[in-house]
C-alpha cells in the first residue's frame, strides 16, 4: 500500500511539473516613442507571452492593440493583449496573459498613432 501512495505521487508530481513547464509566460518588452515602436517587427514561437509596454517621453497616454494581420478591426483584436490599464508618459504598463499560435498578427497604438508593425509567430 505505501508503495501505491509513493507511486501515486510521482504520478501526481510528474503532471504538475508538466503543466507549469507547459505554461511558461515570456515577456515581450516594446517601447514606443513619438508616432512609433522602436522595434519594427517580432518573430517569436508559439507560447504565452504577456506584452510589456513602455512610453518613452511620447508626451501622452499609450496603449498596445495585436491582431491577427489582415483583421485589425475592433472586433478581431486580441483582447488580452491590450494594456490592463493606459501607459501614461515615461511608465511602462503590460497586458494580460496572451497564448500566440502560429501565423502572422500586427501591433501598434491607436493613441500614439504608430503605423502597424509586423509580429510572426513560427
Do not use: R, W
Amino acid at each position: 500500500m505505501k508503495n501505491l501512495v509513493v507511486g501515486l505521487l510521482v504520478v501526481v508530481g510528474a503532471i504538475f511539473t508538466a503543466n507549469a513547464q507547459s505554461k511558461e509566460v515570456k515577456t515581450v518588452a516594446l517601447e514606443q516613442t513619438k508616432g512609433e515602436f522602436t522595434q519594427k517587427s517580432i518573430t517569436l514561437s508559439e507560447g504565452t507571452y504577456v506584452f510589456e509596454i513602455a512610453n518613452h517621453k511620447v508626451g501622452k497616454d499609450v496603449g498596445f492593440v495585436l491582431a491577427p494581420k489582415g483583421k485589425t478591426d475592433e472586433a478581431n483584436h486580441i483582447k488580452n493583449a491590450y494594456v490592463t490599464s493606459l501607459v501614461k508618459n515615461n511608465t511602462t504598463g503590460h497586458s494580460k496573459e496572451v497564448k500566440l499560435e502560429k501565423g502572422e498578427y500586427v501591433y501598434f497604438c491607436p493613441l500614439n498613432p504608430t503605423p502597424q508593425y509586423t509580429l510572426v509567430v513560427k
